[in-house]
């Protein structure tokens, strides 16, 4: 029902293919390609030597923060869920990287319930709902849009993330 994607993903000393398919064992490779290809893994896949069937290291270390971020999000997307959460799962990336993954994430949650937990708000401005949380209590409610119109904590904290000239 619900799947999740940290902000420090877990990866085994597998390949490729065995870390998409953690949680789902009847999972085919046609199910694995599909998920990795929702997941923006598919150039990536096609450029290592031995493509799904590639050994990616101990956690992971054969591979860049956003090719890691991307084998969690198809682990997420193969598993199909209701309700997906996104804990920081951005926060660790460049900024063009976290654009393009920002894009997948959009796509693939079209029709469910997502939650996303962030510090970074380029990561929350396409949502439909806000919830700023000050003191363990929401503080604000709304979209990009109201929230920055409010001028209260989210624009302010948008403020300090955006430079100027891109404001």
Do not use: C
Request: charged share 20%; aromatic share 4%.
């Amino acid at each position: 029902m619900i799947a999740v994607v940290p902000q420090d993903t877990v990866l085994f000393n597998s390949t490729i293919s065995a870390n998409i398919a953690v949680g789902k064992e009847d999972a085919t490779q046609a199910d694995i390609a599909a998920a990795a290809r929702l997941a923006g893994l598919e150039r990536f896949v096609a450029s290592m030597p031995s493509g799904f069937d590639t050994p990616i290291g101990e956690r992971g270390l054969k591979l860049s923060g956003g090719e890691r971020q991307r084998i969690a999000i198809a682990r997420a997307v193969l598993r199909d869920p209701a309700i997906y959460v996104f804990d920081e799962a951005t926060s660790m990336l460049d900024g063009p990287t976290e654009r393009a993954i920002l894009s997948q994430l959009t796509a693939i949650s079209t029709g469910r319930t997502t939650i996303v937990i962030a510090h970074r708000l380029s990561a929350v401005l396409h949502l439909d709902e806000i919830a700023v949380i000050a003191d363990g209590v929401v503080a604000e409610r709304g979209n990009h849009a109201a929230l920055l119109a409010a001028n209260g904590l989210y624009a302010a904290m948008w403020r300090t993330q955006t430079p100027s000239d891109a404001r």
